[in-house]
């Protein structure tokens, strides 16, 4: 079935250092693809979206790219904050007979020390 | 606006008993879904509705597991003979759109359930 996998965490970076946050997927069809953070103590919330291949999904200074060819959605940041610190979602939504559904990896917490 | 709104936020369950779970999407969304987050865990899908008809119930895990929205608006998960592996968040995710893949699931601060 459909899958996500991502990069394990959790990952500890400096502030205005680069990050990368690997996601791969699996999927029969085209899904859209999805960034959701967790910040501590609030909800889930999207910080991208690529809805077909070659998309570029940006926001907050984020960026991801849908690669089809590499089945590949990386989180990049090219200098973080510590208020980037959360626990971040790679997902993909697709529709199947009318039902759609969002797919998540297991989440990647990133802690940003000043 | 208000978002996604769940009650309660936590509760505790001893094993054996009924639980219900509420969920009030943000106004005028016509979808409505319920995740399970498990500790550590990305959060998986249970179940999706479209107004009041339910689409999809392939993730519910169990029988134990039974979901409604009578009217189209508020939604009910229910879980009958709590177990201790029922133990996660309970996630509710609402949106706007039917059917387009690419439309934002708006989701609720979610309800702990914790079964002793």
């Known amino acids: 079935g459909d899958s996500v996998t991502q990069m394990e965490g959790p990952v500890t970076l400096s502030e205005e250092a680069f990050l990368t946050i690997n996601c791969t997927y699996t999927?029969?069809?085209?899904?859209?693809l999805f960034w959701y953070v967790q910040y501590p103590g609030e909800g889930l919330q999207l910080l991208l979206k690529a809805t077909k291949a070659d998309d570029k999904g940006s926001n907050k200074g984020f960026e991801a790219t849908y690669r089809k060819e590499t089945t590949s959605f990386h989180l990049e940041k090219g200098s973080v904050q510590v208020s980037d610190s959360a626990v971040y979602f790679c997902?993909?939504?697709?529709?199947?007979?009318?039902?759609?559904?969002?797919?998540f990896g297991q989440g990647t917490r990133l802690t940003i020390n000043p | 606006g208000a978002g996604v709104s769940q009650s309660p936020r936590y509760k505790v369950a001893k094993r054996g008993q009924d639980v219900a779970l509420r969920c009030d999407p943000i106004?005028?969304?016509?979808?409505l879904f319920w995740y399970q987050q498990a500790l550590g865990q990305g959060p998986e899908f249970l179940t999706y509705f479209q107004n009041e008809a339910q689409l999809d119930k392939s993730g519910l895990p169990s029988d134990r597991f039974f979901a409604e929205r009578p009217e189209g608006s508020v939604s009910t998960l229910k879980i009958q003979r709590t177990q201790q592996e029922d133990s996660a968040v309970y996630l509710c995710a609402s949106s706007s759109a039917m059917g387009l893949a690419h439309y934002e699931q708006y989701f609720g601060p979610g309800t702990r359930l914790t079964v002793t």
């Open positions: 997902a993909l939504n697709f529709i199947i007979q009318g039902a759609q559904k969002l797919v």
């Open positions: 106004s005028g969304h016509v979808s």
């Open positions: 999927a029969t069809g085209y899904p859209s």
